[in-house]
């Protein structure tokens, strides 16, 4: 990435903030712009419809900058899949969505539920994909050929699928 987007992921992680009143035109909204514009452009030159998007070791507020650059780059490209693959008790997504935890990924993973069941729109151009219960073989699961299948299904309903690794250290 060149710096200016390095700066604005540190200004982000710094200033996380989400669903919390701020000015259009702060330099954390500014910034969330920017990084969430940037990926997306990126995705588009290569012909992608998916980005696995790993947290800063460290960062308490990684939910709320995913949860941010989702919800902007939804407002410019309608059909955005956010998945919160933190099936080891590192998830927050839907915490911060204000949603329950499950049905999600794990029991999607599992064939504990319909992947359509496990999704929940958060407005008509974001969903999310909560991580669902916590899962003992996390790492199994994300690996699996499930997994896979899971993203290319999502790929055919939505514009892009953005997968939220919180700690990829506890796979």
Do not use: W
């Amino acid at each position: 990435l060149d710096k200016a987007v390095m700066y604005a992921a540190n200004l982000l992680a710094r200033n996380a903030l989400f669903g919390k009143k701020i000015v259009q035109e702060s330099p954390y909204q500014q910034g969330c712009r920017n990084v969430s514009s940037h990926i997306i452009q990126i995705l588009k030159e290569k012909g992608f419809k998916s980005a696995v998007i790993a947290a800063v070791p460290g960062s308490e507020e990684n939910a709320a900058v995913i949860a941010n650059l989702a919800d902007l780059a939804a407002a410019k490209n309608s059909g955005i899949l956010l998945i919160d693959a933190g099936m080891n008790n590192a998830a927050s997504l839907h915490k911060i969505f204000k949603l329950s935890a499950s049905p999600g990924l794990t029991e999607a993973l599992s064939g504990n539920a319909p992947l359509d069941n496990a999704v929940r729109k958060i407005h008509p151009d974001l969903s999310l994909l909560t991580a669902g219960g916590r899962a003992v073989d996390a790492g199994e699961l994300i690996d699996s050929p499930h997994m896979s299948e899971i993203i290319k299904n999502a790929e055919k309903k939505f514009d892009f699928v953005l997968v939220y690794f919180p700690d990829l250290k506890k796979l």
